[in-house]
């Protein structure tokens, strides 16, 4: 199975500086499978560090709205079995930037 790299909505990018779940969902609903649904696919390394602060790697990434939870897989044994070096939470995914609260 091939997949296209996807680019981050404006939306996407701004949601991810304050908040990296809601950026998350608003992924999902940017991507036509719901907050509560999977996309799995790539992404390039720009991009992963503006939505997830940070690169998770290579490999076919899973986000799954139904458990928020964020997983980067890699082919194995000649493509025989998948291995799943990056597990995240949503919530483990700290903001890029505070929010900033005006007094």
Same mark, same amino acid.
């Given at each position: 199975?091939?997949?296209?790299?996807?680019?981050?909505?404006?939306?996407v990018?701004?949601? @991810?500086?304050?908040?990296? @779940?809601?950026?998350?969902?608003?992924?999902?609903?940017?991507?036509?499978?719901?907050?509560?649904?999977?996309?799995?696919?790539?992404?390039? @390394?720009?991009?992963?560090?503006?939505l997830f602060?940070?690169?998770?790697g290579?490999?076919?990434?899973?986000?799954?709205?139904?458990?928020e939870?964020?997983?980067?897989r890699?082919?194995?044994a000649f493509?025989?079995?998948?291995?799943?070096p990056?597990?995240?939470?949503?919530?483990?995914?700290?903001?890029?930037?505070?929010l900033?609260?005006?007094?």
């Amino acid at each position: 199975m091939k997949y296209e790299f996807v680019e981050l909505s404006p939306l996407v990018k701004k949601a @991810a500086k304050v908040d990296r @779940a809601a950026a998350m969902a608003f992924f999902l609903m940017d991507q036509g499978v719901g907050i509560f649904g999977k996309w799995i696919g790539r992404m390039n @390394a720009k991009d992963q560090r503006a939505l997830f602060g940070q690169y998770l790697g290579k490999g076919e990434i899973i986000i799954d709205g139904e458990q928020e939870a964020v997983k980067m897989r890699v082919s194995i044994a000649f493509g025989q079995d998948w291995d799943y070096p990056v597990f995240l939470w949503w919530n483990e995914l700290a903001a890029a930037e505070p929010l900033k609260i005006a007094a």
